[in-house]
């Protein structure tokens, strides 16, 4: 089992440029998640997928639109991306958000950077 | 709004040594309270859960403890090793939230570093 898988590892893109963000996860959860980590701001929610077919806006939504293409992938897309989206993107599978069976199992993440 | 406070923010220790790390909540209700380890480069794997009900709870050389009353929680680590050096993360869960973000509240976590 390879869990949860994203690509590409790094990015840089200039101001303006669009790209998309997948990730695939192997252990049949129904819920699926994107995350940045920035220094000092911790893991923030940026979109959230409690079931192939349905998408939910996180804490932090601007600038990013989401897919779940099914079950398995998930994907975060960056129509123009923007300096301030220079960041860690972490994609996440597991339980849902509240509640006891709530463990998440992260991807390795991708590193952003926006000139 | 629920916030979850890590200290220290940094903290550097001798390989064997004990420390422990703090996380202080104002998420009500409450649900659970996870433990993440985050590796630098990697992304954060549980270490640990504690629900309402329980005090301490042991994976290993980590122990994790839980005050509902007072809503804090603390990690300690024994006899630290060099591959304990990583971010450690404490996220809050609430009851059901009706699917809303507000459900899973993280602290910024405490960097860790282990010095031979």
């Known amino acids: 089992n390879a869990g949860v898988t994203q690509t590409p590892k790094f990015q840089v893109l200039k101001t303006g440029q669009s790209m998309t963000l997948q990730c695939a996860q192997d252990m049949n959860h129904n819920s699926m998640y994107w995350y940045r980590q920035d220094p000092g701001m911790g893991l923030r929610l940026i979109y959230y997928?409690?079931?192939?077919?349905?998408?939910d806006k996180g804490e932090v939504p601007n600038g990013y639109n989401v897919s779940r293409l099914n079950k398995r992938e998930f994907s975060l897309r960056l129509e123009s991306a923007a300096p301030s989206q220079t960041s860690v993107y972490f994609c996440?599978?597991?339980?849902?958000?509240?509640?006891?069976?709530?463990?998440?199992?992260f991807g390795p993440g991708t590193r952003l950077t926006v000139l | 709004k629920n916030q979850v406070e890590q200290s220290p923010q940094s903290l550097i220790i001798l390989e064997g040594k004990n420390c422990t790390l703090q996380?202080?909540?104002?998420?009500?209700?409450?649900?659970?309270l996870r433990w993440y380890k985050q590796d630098t480069g990697r992304g954060p794997v549980s270490l640990t859960i504690m629900t309402f009900s329980e005090n301490t709870k042991s994976n290993g050389r980590y122990t994790a403890t839980l005050d509902a009353d007072t809503k804090q929680s603390s990690l300690h680590i024994t006899a630290s090793q060099l591959s304990d050096s990583a971010s450690y993360i404490c996220?809050?869960?609430?009851?059901?939230?009706?699917?809303?973000?507000?459900?899973?509240?993280f602290g910024k976590g405490t960097h860790l570093i282990i010095q031979p």
């Open positions: 996220v809050v869960s609430a009851p059901y939230s009706g699917g809303g973000a507000d459900g899973l509240t």
């Open positions: 996380c202080n909540y104002t998420v009500s209700p409450f649900s659970n």
């Open positions: 997928s409690a079931s192939e077919g349905t998408t």
């Open positions: 996440a599978s597991g339980g849902p958000l509240a509640g006891v069976d709530n463990e998440q199992f």
